[in-house]
């Protein structure tokens, strides 16, 4: 027999050949599908269009490899390359299950660097980076814009402080409730945004230490406490949140580029993160109750910041958190908040509230109740806590009043 003489094929590889194909030809077919959907579906938030594009290209990628291998079932001698494209689909799928079992959702890859919204910083972990982003725009000053029309040349400025509900990253520019308090103050006031996702009070107190030397603004109201509690029941936790908070702040900013081929591999991806000493490991215990260790914590940190503002000269107003708690139900602790459960977080809100009651007694800010006693609806949220467009207007409507008697 001559060497160009057909090879021989047995039964068994044919069927496992027949299998292979199948198997990528509705793999093909579903990812083909959810691509589409996503390409044509308009994000659900302006803030979520970059990571549109970042699930496109993941997408994208498993379609090139599904593809190669049903190409190589195609070949005669290409059967270990579709086994081998079969192992990479399984190690993917494993490690898609294993996230949605650890946090609740979906992996999201990150976007590349060119489409961060954010940019490293020495002490703040990471600040908005001057630019525009599918809508949303920070200007250089790392502040996202906020729509001040026809403001008088001697108006009060009114800096803003928190995490994503002040950042109000459910809105577009002109839809966020500091948009809509600028424009219910009127000509007279000038409101500047400079709330970052995930930021805790750690950071607002580092942010108030600096910020006012370069310009003193009339008052600067801090809407916060959420991601506080997220550090409830952190095991030895520390006081400056750094082996819990901060760190993972570099993802939730999208800081932690790993490349195209981890970010697009997530089985890739998991395998360095067990290997990675730059890996967050928290232990916990998952608990109703208030952490007194986040309290003492949070009433000293916001007790500074109104003590440093007194300093300056700004009036700090505190604004106590608020949420949509009709969706905060259930036994559900992963996430975002990793060791209280949904349905405990109402009464941990309230308690932290309390607590920021407590600190502006301590330091002599004021203390704007007026959201408390609002009817809040799901109607008024984008999802567990961030304001919808109307949301964000009702709440900016309820502190407008107060806001303008105490900024006079």
């Given at each position: 027999?001559?060497?160009?003489?057909?090879?021989?094929?047995?039964?068994?590889?044919?069927?496992?050949?027949?299998?292979?194909?199948?198997?990528?030809?509705?793999?093909?077919?579903?990812?083909?599908a959810i691509?589409?959907?996503?390409?044509q579906?308009?994000?659900?938030?302006?803030?979520?269009?970059?990571?549109?594009?970042?699930?496109?290209?993941?997408?994208?990628?498993?379609?090139?490899?599904?593809?190669?291998?049903?190409?190589?079932?195609?070949?005669?001698?290409?059967?270990?390359?579709?086994?081998?494209?079969?192992?990479?689909?399984?190690?993917?799928?494993?490690?898609?299950?294993?996230?949605y079992?650890?946090?609740?959702?979906?992996y999201?890859?990150?976007?590349?660097?060119?489409?961060?919204?954010?940019?490293?910083?020495?002490l703040?972990v990471?600040?908005?980076?001057p630019?525009?982003?599918?809508?949303?725009?920070?200007?250089?000053h790392?502040?996202?814009?906020t729509?001040?029309?026809?403001?008088?040349?001697?108006?009060?400025v009114i800096?803003?402080?928190g995490?994503?509900?002040t950042?109000d990253?459910?809105?577009?520019?002109?839809e966020?409730?500091?948009?809509?308090?600028?424009?219910?103050?009127?000509?007279?006031?000038?409101?500047?945004?400079?709330g970052?996702?995930g930021?805790?009070s750690?950071?607002n107190?580092?942010?108030?230490?600096?910020d006012?030397?370069?310009?003193?603004?009339?008052?600067?109201?801090?809407?916060?406490?959420?991601?506080?509690?997220?550090?409830?029941?952190v095991?030895?936790?520390?006081?400056?949140?750094?082996?819990?908070?901060?760190?993972?702040?570099?993802?939730?900013?999208?800081?932690?580029?790993?490349?195209f081929?981890?970010?697009?591999l997530?089985?890739?991806?998991?395998?360095?993160?067990?290997?990675?000493?730059?890996?967050?490991?928290v232990?916990?215990?998952?608990?109703?109750?208030?952490?007194?260790?986040?309290?003492k914590?949070?009433?000293?940190?916001?007790?500074?910041i109104?003590?440093v503002?007194?300093?300056?000269?700004?009036?700090?107003?505190?604004?106590?958190?608020?949420?949509?708690w009709?969706?905060?139900?259930g036994?559900?602790?992963?996430?975002?908040?990793r060791f209280?459960e949904?349905?405990?977080?109402?009464?941990?809100?309230?308690?932290?509230?309390?607590?920021?009651?407590r600190?502006?007694?301590n330091?002599?800010?004021?203390?704007?109740?007026?959201?408390?006693?609002?009817?809040?609806?799901?109607?008024?949220?984008?999802?567990s806590?961030?304001?919808?467009?109307?949301?964000a207007?009702?709440?900016?409507?309820?502190?407008?009043?107060?806001?303008?008697?105490?900024?006079?």
């Open positions: 027999m001559s060497s160009s003489s057909p090879v021989s094929v047995v039964p068994g590889e044919r069927i496992v050949r027949l299998l292979l194909l199948v198997l990528f030809a509705l793999s093909l077919a579903v990812l083909a691509a589409l959907y996503i390409f579906k308009k994000p659900h938030i302006d803030y979520s269009a970059t990571n549109r594009l970042a699930d496109l290209t993941y997408l994208e990628t498993w379609l090139a490899i599904l593809a190669t291998g049903a190409l190589a079932c195609l070949w005669r001698r290409g059967l270990v390359i579709g086994f081998a494209v079969f192992l990479l689909l399984i190690a993917e799928a494993g490690a898609q299950i294993y996230v079992v650890s946090t609740g959702g979906t999201q890859p990150e976007p590349l660097p060119s489409e961060q919204k954010f940019e490293p910083h020495p703040l990471g600040v908005p980076k630019g525009s982003f599918a809508g949303i725009v920070h200007d250089s790392h502040r996202r814009r729509d001040n029309p026809g403001k008088a040349a001697d108006a009060r800096f803003t402080y995490g994503s509900t950042y990253l459910a809105n577009n520019d002109m966020t409730w500091q948009s809509d308090l600028s424009r219910q103050l009127g000509a007279n006031f000038s409101v500047q945004n400079l970052v996702p930021y805790t750690v950071e107190l580092i942010q108030t230490l600096f006012f030397r370069d310009l003193a603004p009339a008052c600067a109201l801090y809407f916060e406490g959420f991601n506080d509690v997220r550090n409830s029941h095991r030895g936790l520390k006081v400056d949140y750094s082996d819990f908070d901060l760190p993972l702040q570099r993802g939730n900013l999208g800081l932690n580029y790993p490349g081929l981890a970010n697009n997530l089985f890739v991806r998991a395998a360095i993160g067990l290997f990675s000493e730059s890996e967050v490991h232990e916990g215990t998952v608990s109703g109750d208030v952490d007194p260790r986040v309290s914590i949070y009433v000293e940190n916001m007790s500074l109104g003590e503002a007194r300093h300056f000269g700004v009036r700090a107003v505190f604004i106590p958190a608020v949420a949509n009709q969706q905060l139900e036994s559900h602790a992963l996430g975002w908040i209280v949904h349905k405990d977080l109402k009464r941990l809100l309230y308690a932290i509230d309390e607590d920021l009651h600190a502006a007694e330091s002599g800010a004021a203390f704007v109740d007026a959201p408390l006693q609002q009817d809040w609806t799901p109607e008024d949220f984008s999802d806590v961030h304001f919808n467009a109307a949301g207007k009702k709440f900016a409507a309820s502190i407008a009043p107060a806001i303008a008697d105490l900024c006079r």
